[in-house]
């Protein structure tokens, strides 16, 4: 059972970091995976009434603070325009809508968990993290940094010229996936990345030469590759043998997307 003994809605992000230094104190997001947790927190820190709750478009950038939930990013008409469709794609089968009305942004890229599909869809975009003291770094060297006591404020995807796509197979359609793949065309480079591996979700680029020149623009060879440079476990929703089938089959499938996405002069699905 989780126990709360103090809760303290921030005023600043200064206090709330200030009160996040003492390890029995938790920053909440959406609460939905610490309250299943058999812990106790001294000081509950809710950043609910610092702004944080939206999702902002420059010219140049989507700006998206840690207190947006993932229905918000499933619902946002440019953020899916930009990237056609996927984000939508890859969280409208966690678990309901009830359940993304709560889950944040910040709770789901933090956490670095393995089998979170939001952090496998933004790793294939150019994404920053924007820490209050540790500032802006990628999202690709965010996930291998120990887990701390920073805050993670925002997420900042930079615009590029992008095609993408997001498939995961799952036993049942809310469960966790057994896999998940996000594949992009980001400013004429091919990337891939694989999450629910079970491990965290890992990235794999090529250039566009490479695509072109040793793969031969294909798809069933860009899959081929990207399969050969990831290792796959086992748990209790899949073997290591099946995951790296999979790997290829999705890998294969989203890039024939996007390739496909390309063909059509970028007209949206």
Not at 54 to 80: A, P, W, Y
Not at 187 to 200: H, L
Not at 224 to 238: E, P
Request: proline share 1%; aromatic share 8%.
């Amino acid at each position: 059972m989780l126990t709360i003994k103090n809760y303290v809605k921030a005023q600043s992000l200064s206090e709330a970091y200030e009160l996040n230094q003492k390890r029995s104190n938790r920053i909440i997001g959406g609460m939905l995976w610490m309250k299943m947790s058999n812990t106790t927190i001294q000081t509950a820190i809710d950043l609910s009434g610092l702004g944080l709750d939206k999702i902002e478009e420059t010219k140049d950038e989507f700006s998206i603070g840690c207190m947006v939930t993932l229905r918000q990013l499933e619902q946002h008409k440019q953020l899916n325009l930009y990237t056609d469709g996927a984000i939508a794609e890859s969280v409208k089968s966690i678990v309901g809508v009830q359940f993304r009305n709560l889950a944040t942004v910040g709770g789901s890229i933090f956490g670095r968990y393995g089998f979170s599909d939001v952090l496998t869809m933004f790793l294939a975009l150019d994404t920053q993290v924007e820490l209050f003291k540790g500032g802006i770094v990628s999202l690709a060297d965010f996930i291998n940094l120990p887990l701390d006591n920073d805050i993670l404020v925002r997420l900042i995807v930079k615009k590029a010229p992008l095609k993408s796509a997001y498939l995961s197979v799952r036993n049942s359609k809310t469960d966790f996936p057994v896999l998940a793949c996000s594949i992009a065309c980001l400013n004429g480079n091919y990337r891939a990345v694989i999450g629910a591996r079970p491990g965290k979700a890992v990235l794999v680029e090529v250039s566009k030469s490479f695509f072109i020149e040793e793969l031969q623009g294909n798809a069933n060879a860009f899959a081929d590759y990207v399969t050969k440079q990831i290792t796959t476990g086992s748990n209790m929703r899949a073997s290591a043998e099946y995951r790296k089938l999979l790997a290829n089959v999705l890998t294969r499938r989203g890039c024939e997307k996007v390739l496909e996405l390309m063909k059509a002069g970028g007209k949206k699905k």
